[in-house]
DNA sequence: GTCGAAGATTGAATCGTTTTATTGCGACGG
DNA sequence: CCGTCGCAATAAAACGATTCAATCTTCGAC
């Protein structure tokens, strides 16, 4: 197995190591006829450069980081393909790490990122950036935070407006002329969840005749969403919502499958269904329930972009990005 | 942003590189008063080891490559995570890729993982071993097939047997007492999908008063499951089989769902219901599916198992694992 | 025919760690 | 009391690509 470097490409195509380096990086330094010859001798030696070497060189690697929370939720599994194809594009390969909420798996991606000298951490963060953050920061590695504000926000964030998604919901059923409207979610300790309860509120507070409801649940679950949706529909009609505002879409199918089970509630007619998050099942429920959508991908490909301008120096300051979430109406709204 | 290196460190702790590197590497052959002094100095200067240089030296770096098919598939991600897991024991870190079946980026991961010499690859394969699989190789780099068998049996590999799934699937129907038996899949040029057919067909006929009845679907989604559903519900009830085998899980929860709908057919007293991948939806649904779960995580652990024993250059020979898939019994096909 | 400029190519230095041969040193046995 | 053995620590040589400053071509202009 011997080994292939430049310098046996080098003596092959009959020119010095330099120049192959050179038909590597600047093509336009370089004439076409040893361009050729060199690529002929890659061709036919099988060479692979050693990314190892190159990057000693370079000082940082062409890689960058990601830390996610949930290898098993869309979200950020959405987010992670977003990042890598925007990072794809400018050559720069994402190494995927997830933390499970723990904050000593988060170190120990970061640790390993830092040994690894990556380009910038993308870091959707299970606790308040520490001093490994600012370590990062200390030596030239920037990082941007995904899916969560920080009260720290001399780090660069991208995030989503749950509280703007909330008040869209609600206002979505507003407009359907639905005014006892339900909150189902829970916990509350969730931001995520209490951020959405807060728009809700504030739309449903702009409208006088309008009343909103909250009914917790112990966790965000098709179970818990039936659980609750069975009681619903078990109430007296003039005590029931006319329209139900699930915390996300798991929740939100469970609702759908106790009104469709105990046959007292038809929905939309008699009931508007709203959830959050828009997963593939939401779109093909028994009845299409409507949701709103995040844009994950274009979250991780802003991410990546953020970071590239952090890297290269430019902007001192760190940017805040914010996206807005996306309605998207389908049967379980309309009527 | 004064770069911290090994010299630093040794410096200010007042001994040589060699000696620093020592400490890092063979704790044992430094003396404990020295080793102080030096960790002190790397506290101190919060030194990270430059890994490119570490790994320039080495040959190799610390870490496998995994090419999977799809980021979305929950099979994946546990395959993943399993690996992730059982590496980290090593002290390996894992770089994800994702090919989305596409032949050119599985041949892009591969390349980036052999520019950066990784210990080894795992992948699941989109196409045939190629030439490129055949040069890592070459090049000392072991790679592993995951998830589908390859008729190159020179690459170890790490499987499931569909077909002993399909077959168990259908013999836990005949056990209920079930005889007009209907398989619910498609496209059957998918390898998985045609495995459980076989399966399935096989178990049906080691029973003489048994039937199976084949229908195929476009594609493995609830909105094809929910489709064939509501035609069976609609047959007169003596052409109706009374089980039904779907190829996964989302055309089982489609089925299920039409059967609710319909209202004709009372899942599980007048037709058992069992799926295939055991999803996590699988288990929540209003009837709680039946289902057959692959290994996942140990698959995905014992494929970084079998990667090592290559890499340290122990058997020549490749390993074929071949892992059972699992019966999870729930509420859909009991009677 | 010579000179100069522009462009192509070269070669040595460099990145930061690991490794190996070597030195230094104290202790122990003869 | 000297030689030797063992252990710590050291210094220098890798590893392989990149990058400049320096050298060499080529070619057009005068």
């Known amino acids: 197995m011997a080994t292939i470097g430049v310098k046996e490409v080098a003596a092959l195509a009959g020119v010095s190591i330099g ?13 076409e006829a040893t361009a050729a010859r060199v690529h002929a001798a890659i061709e036919q030696l ?16 062409r890689a960058i980081g990601l830390v996610i ?33 723990k904050v000593e798996r988060e170190a120990s991606y970061l640790d390993l990122f830092e040994e690894q000298r ?24 920037p990082a941007v935070l995904v899916d969560r504000l920080s009260t720290d926000t001399s780090f660069s ?35 995520q969840v209490s951020d959405r309860l807060h728009g809700a509120s504030e739309a449903a ?24 949706g069975r009681q619903i529909a078990r109430r007296d009609p003039a005590a029931r919502p006319d329209a139900v505002f699930a915390a996300n879409d798991l929740v939100a199918l469970g609702v759908l499958e106790a009104m469709l089970i105990e046959g007292t ?17 939401a779109g093909s429920a028994m009845v299409p329930v409507s949701s709103i959508r995040q844009p994950m991908a274009l979250m991780g490909q802003t991410a ?32």
Do not use: C, W
Request: charged share 25%; aromatic share 4%.
């Open 46 to 61: 099988g060479f692979i450069r050693n990314d190892a070497a190159r990057q000693l060189r370079a000082g940082s690697s």
């Open 118 to 141: 990556v380009h910038g951490v993308l870091l959707s963060p299970a606790a308040e950036p520490g001093p490994r953050l600012e370590r990062l920061r200390a030596h030239g590695i």
């Open 19 to 31: 120049t192959v380096s050179n038909v590597l990086n600047r093509p336009d330094k370089v004439t």
């Open 265 to 281: 509630v038809k929905i939309p007619e008699q009931m508007s269904l709203i959830g959050y998050d828009d997963i593939g099942f």
């Open 304 to 335: 990546v972009d953020v970071l590239m301008e952090e890297a290269s120096g430019a902007g001192r300051a760190a940017q805040h990005v914010v996206f807005q979430p996306e309605l998207v109406v389908r049967e379980s709204s309309q009527r």
């Open 205 to 228: 507070s702009a409208e006088p005749r309008a009343s909103l409801e909250v009914v917790t649940v112990s966790a965000l679950t098709v179970a818990e969403g039936r659980r609750v």
């Open 69 to 101: 929370l949930d290898v098993a939720n869309p979200f950020f599994t959405g987010l992670a393909r977003g990042a890598q194809e925007r990072a794809a594009e400018s050559g720069l390969s994402v190494i995927l790490g997830y933390s499970d909420e």
């Open 157 to 191: 964030s991208v995030s989503v407006d749950d509280i703007r998604g909330g008040a869209t919901a609600v206002g979505h059923l507003l407009a359907q002329g639905r005014r006892r409207i339900a909150f189902i979610g829970g916990p509350l300790t969730i931001r």
